[in-house]
């Protein structure tokens, strides 16, 4: 089996250079370049910063395929990745992230071993302004059929992820018209129609805390939580599947409205609020629900 490692990045040339660092430091890694069983790819979405010179003309420029786009956007960089990708199965690399060096053995004897599995996923080392954070509560990684968990927030980290080619061929790629938690609504399409695989490790560190960040560039990322959860509607779900994501849309539109409000933007806040009207009467025709606040 081939593994292709797909990084996007943009105006992150140090962060690059320790993330490749550590895809070269893993333990298959001489195993797997011998052999032509491993692929890196750098999508570069349009930096402007050393990162073509930290690729191309560095140390790591004989194990990289470099490919520069104009700036467009995380979800086209990691969908052009994938076009250009040869291999059978697929890993994510953000390019702020880390792998511990066991990450991909490991999990590559867990999708030997497990033929049926369609992805897994690591538990993860949470680095925050430079300091080791907990995850809270919220957070926590589960195993199996876990639609109703990725509802409320994203639980797959792509850069702890490994999934087998075809998932791509048959859930569709990442959502270039989302501006941010792509990863979101990939999570639920995948949850729909695949069990998660949980390993129950730290193998990737996640470095958070910089400016520029998704999170810290748009303000009330709900707003893409709920285009997310407008498009499961479009899904086969089950009754109760179809319930779980409108009482969801309501809880996320509530936090809009609120937010909204605080800022002095009625018209916003009013948009919201009639999505929330008209998924209330949706639950109401089809469920007999009334939500318990009544609004």
């Not at 998704?214 to 086969?236: C, P, Q, T, V």
Request: aromatic share 10%.
């Amino acid at each position: 089996m081939k593994v292709s490692i797909i990084i996007p990045t943009y105006n992150r040339a140090i962060f690059l250079q320790e993330a490749l660092a550590s895809v070269i430091n893993q333990t298959i890694f001489p195993e797997f370049w011998g052999q032509g069983k491993i692929e890196i790819i750098i999508i570069d979405d349009g930096s402007q910063d050393e990162t073509e010179q930290v690729v191309t003309q560095g140390k790591y420029k004989s194990w990289v395929s470099y490919y520069r786009q104009d700036h467009q956007g995380v979800s086209v960089a990691r969908n052009r990745g994938l076009k250009m990708a040869q291999g059978d199965l697929i890993a994510f690399l953000d390019s702020d992230d880390l792998w511990l060096p066991e990450k991909l053995a490991v999990q590559l004897s867990f999708m030997k071993t497990f033929p049926q599995a369609m992805l897994c996923y690591t538990g993860e080392i949470w680095i925050r302004r430079g300091r080791r954070v907990n995850p809270r509560k919220k957070h926590r990684k589960y195993s199996g059929w876990i639609f109703d968990k990725v509802l409320p927030l994203c639980l797959l980290s792509l850069s702890s992820a490994l999934f087998r080619r075809r998932v791509f061929d048959e859930v569709g790629l990442f959502d270039e018209e989302l501006p941010a938690c792509e990863d979101y609504d990939l999570g639920i399409r995948l949850a729909h129609r695949y069990p998660f695989y949980l390993i129950d490790k730290h193998l990737i560190v996640k470095r958070g805390g910089h400016p520029d960040q998704l999170s810290h560039k748009y303000w009330g990322m709900d707003r893409f939580r709920i285009k997310a959860l407008e498009k499961a509607l479009n899904l086969d779900l089950t009754l109760e599947q179809e319930k779980l994501v409108r009482q969801e849309i309501i809880r996320k539109a509530k936090i809009l409205v609120n937010g909204f409000r605080k800022r002095g933007k009625e018209k916003e806040a009013e948009v919201y609020q009639q999505l929330i009207l008209r998924q209330q009467q949706e639950l109401t025709r089809k469920f007999n629900l009334v939500d318990d606040d009544g609004q």
